[in-house]
């Protein structure tokens, strides 16, 4: 295909770019911080300049873009952005991953060459430990006078090897060690967090100048989205993979969505960016999200944690009557929960919105609030989804089994197989197999084949819909079809992360187990595909696993002093945690509050006050 001069490249799939974006797309010859808060376009933006770079030849083949991400689905989301504005044959040298996955692919592919004794075994085990299990280690160890907290931290900040560390208190130094020989005991399956994984990637960069030398060969150009979450492990390697390098790195996020600090995020991490990395700025200020009354609202928000925030041009249009904000009183829990149920039932019936469209949001614990919404929305017809729950049987959550390549290449066959009509998952099957299959886009008669290939396997699978009805059988068989068509060997190779069979099967089982339960009670396989997209179910989620997302509606559970327990005025992380929660939501954002959940927080109420967001009465059931 023709490479276009930088002079002729225009914006793809979108009407205009606001000239910051324009700017900061054009812009190669520095490092680049680009403040984008809540609705201004991340995705689109760095989607558009992946194809900037790539049509103009600027990334010149075989070369490749890297965007990090912090959540699995915002590099998904991205990806499929990237795929929707690029040629084939130029997307397919985009990649889009986490920071996690990331860091995890190289330990699965130089994990031999980590100096002993920190050589991980080929089928380490990823562990989560609970915040108690820190503090149980160090009363196991004699050490109950320290921090179980501090622990955590230590594991993800100090690099290896521990012997080699100079810190202030040497008793540290034995703890780490101690910590280490516990989680590699067994030799043959060690246990490792993601923030150990991290400290074994910067120690095998370290060991071996080779390995860096060949990814900034790969990836001369890099996007950082979410930059504001980064930790000071993933910054380390930021900076040893990239700094002082010919790469050039964009980072993108807002710090008034920093709300992960709590987890090892930095509190300054677009500062020491720009300082180490010498990065110029630009600020975006469209807000392609919300309308203009909802961002009045956000903006009060947003000068209580930058009192600088320049307030955002709305480019959505308000197509809602009544209240777009206000605060629901309710007397108990039952009748908080009930009032809730009707009234998303009646917007739903009124054709407002759909029930997918409608976030319900909690500070934690979204299980506990499911025991009690769920019957609740049941009683007038709808159906609740915890995203964050496991499909019994599954180790991996709904939210991420969603965003699996695997799931999106059997879901995309599914769902050409099941609906007449689904072109934009035909083009997501003929990307997908042509990068599997290693057939050129660009190639006709490739192409060709590989469409009489496709074509004739969804005349089967639509042949086997049609013969066998849903049921846990049938979904394994459809499973294993596909599988079979498509190649798990090849899969298997273009996907890093499945490299290793227990991170392949985990995805596997966990896809299956959810077509299976989408399954249930099932009598037409365009219902187990809606059910397993989450179609007509009302998603529910912590504010953490919001991030990224829009809704039209979001409805926030427990705005009281109990669920923000430890909130304060001048606390930014909760203050931040609010600001995302608020800014999810397209047309409308309502809270609910209670006496059964706790008092009332008396500083939002007055803040939003400011604006005319009043509390009122919940509607009834």
């Known amino acids: 295909m023709a490479i276009l001069r930088p002079d002729q490249w225009m914006p793809k799939g979108v009407a205009s770019l606001e000239p910051a974006a324009l700017r900061a797309i054009s812009e190669n010859d520095h490092n680049l911080c680009v403040v984008a808060s809540a609705g201004a376009g991340k995705t689109e933006f760095l989607a558009q300049k992946a194809d900037y770079l790539l049509s103009t030849g600027l990334c010149r083949a075989p070369q490749r873009i890297l965007a990090i991400s912090f959540k699995s689905d915002a590099a998904k989301n991205l990806k499929d952005r990237v795929r929707a504005r690029c040629d084939p044959a130029l997307s397919s040298r985009f990649d889009s991953l986490t920071f996690d996955a990331f860091s995890k692919g190289l330990i699965d592919r130089f994990g031999p060459l980590v100096p002993p004794p920190y050589t991980p075994s080929p089928n380490y085990e990823i562990v989560f430990p609970a915040f108690r299990d820190w503090d149980d280690f160090l009363a196991r160890h004699g050490y109950r006078h320290l921090s179980g907290k501090t622990l955590e931290k230590a594991v993800a900040r100090c690099r290896l090897p521990i012997a080699d560390l100079n810190l202030k208190k040497p008793e540290w130094k034995d703890v780490l060690e101690r910590f280490w020989r516990e989680y590699y005991r067994d030799e043959t399956a060690t246990q490792l967090t993601f923030p150990m994984i991290n400290r074994l990637t910067n120690y095998v960069l370290s060991s071996d100048p080779r390995l860096i030398a060949g990814l900034r060969a790969t990836y001369p150009f890099v996007f950082l989205d979410e930059f504001q979450d980064t930790t000071y492990g993933q910054y380390d390697l930021l900076k ?15 710090n008034k969505q920093r709300i992960m600090v709590w987890a090892g995020a930095m509190p300054d991490a677009f500062t020491t960016f720009a300082s180490d990395f010498h990065a110029k700025q630009e600020t975006l200020l469209s807000n392609w999200r919300s309308h203009p009354e909802l961002v009045e609202i956000q903006h009060v928000i947003a000068l209580t944690l930058e009192q600088s925030s320049a307030k955002p041009d709305a480019k959505r249009i308000k197509d809602v009557d009544g209240d777009v904000c206000a605060i629901w009183d309710y007397a108990d829990r039952a009748s908080e929960c009930e009032g809730v149920a009707q009234w998303i039932a009646d ?6 919105m759909a029930p997918e469209d409608c976030a319900i949001l909690i500070r934690f614990r979204p299980d506990k609030l499911e ?3 769920g019957p609740a929305l049941a009683s007038v017809g709808l159906r609740l989804r915890n995203v964050a729950r496991m499909p019994k049987g599954a180790k991996i959550a709904i939210q991420d089994i969603l965003t699996e390549d695997l799931t999106v290449c059997l879901m995309a066959m599914i769902r050409v197989s099941a609906f007449p009509k689904a072109p934009d998952d035909w083009h997501v099957l003929v990307d997908r197999i042509s990068t599997m299959w290693g057939i050129d886009p660009n190639d006709e008669d490739e192409q060709d084949a590989l469409q009489d290939d496709l074509g004739a396997k ?33 899969l298997r190779a273009t996907v890093p992360s499945y490299h290793r069979d227990k991170d392949y099967l985990r995805a596997r089982d966990g896809f299956l187990l959810l077509l299976q339960e989408s399954a249930e009670d099932r009598d037409d396989w365009a219902e187990v595909v809606n059910s397993f997209d989450g179609i007509d179910q009302v998603p529910l989620m912590s504010i953490h696993k919001s991030k990224g997302l829009e809704f039209h509606t979001v409805i926030f559970f427990g705005l009281d002093e109990r669920s923000w327990w430890n909130f304060e005025p001048n606390d930014s992380e909760e203050m931040r945690a609010f600001f995302v929660a608020f800014t999810r939501a397209m047309q409308r954002v309502f809270f609910t ?3 059964g959940r706790g008092t009332k927080l008396t500083y939002i109420d007055d803040l939003i006050g400011r604006v005319g967001v009043e509390r009122i009465p919940g509607p009834p059931s």
């Open 458 to 490: 969804v005349a089967e699978v639509r042949s086997y819909l049609a013969g066998n009805s849903p049921s846990g059988a049938s979904c394994a068989e459809l499973t294993q079809s596909i599988l079979d068509f498509i190649g798990e060997t090849e």
């Open 347 to 352: 917007a739903v019936s009124a054709g407002e």
């Open 240 to 254: 040893q993979l990239f700094l002082d390098s010919e790469a050039r790195v964009t980072a993108v996020g807002d």
């Open 371 to 373: 025991t009690e919404l």
């Open 593 to 595: 509050s209670c006496s």
